[in-house]
């Protein structure tokens, strides 16, 4: 008695188990809030700053043009914080930021300050001043 058995049958589903273990950290970036950073194209020299959160300091440039960013925290509890200083031409700036889901906006126009006006789509209901700024 012999037993045939095709062994194509029994081809391990490796694209479902691969999906299938990606798929929370996917979730996990698309549910995580993020804080966008826009520095205007009109800008003279490069922009120096620092994202302060619970977890991590980022510190980086932004020259005319370019675009960072962090990202929050799904389930904030009350020790989180993000703030985001920046120094510009000589002027120091910072700004505490809540970030909102799914992307909170801060565009930064060419002379360093947050740009406020109508249309510049900066999500101000989300930032703080530290200090006042000046």
């Known amino acids: 008695m012999s037993i045939n058995v095709d062994i194509r049958k029994f081809r391990l589903p490796t694209t479902e188990i691969l999906f299938a273990a990606l798929l929370p950290f996917f ?10 950073i ?3 194209n009109e800008g003279q020299g ?6 302060s959160t619970q977890d991590e300091i980022y510190r980086r440039e932004i020259k005319p043009g370019g ?14 914080f ?13 700004f505490s930021v809540n970030p909102k ?8 126009g060419p002379d360093g300050a947050v740009d406020r006006s109508p249309g510049s789509d900066t999500d101000l209901e989300s930032l703080t001043p530290c200090l006042p700024e000046g």
Not at 88 to 94: F, K, P, S, W
Request: hydrophobic share 40%.
């Open 101 to 108: 889901w799914p992307r909170t906006h801060i565009y930064i």
């Open 27 to 36: 979730f996990w970036d698309l549910a995580t809030p993020w804080v966008s």
């Open 67 to 80: 675009v960072t960013g962090r990202h929050g925290h799904m389930f904030p509890d009350d020790d989180f």
């Open 82 to 94: 993000m703030q985001f200083d920046w120094s510009y031409a000589g002027q120091n700036h910072c």
């Open 38 to 40: 826009q520095f205007s």
């Open 46 to 51: 490069s922009l120096d700053f620092v994202i």
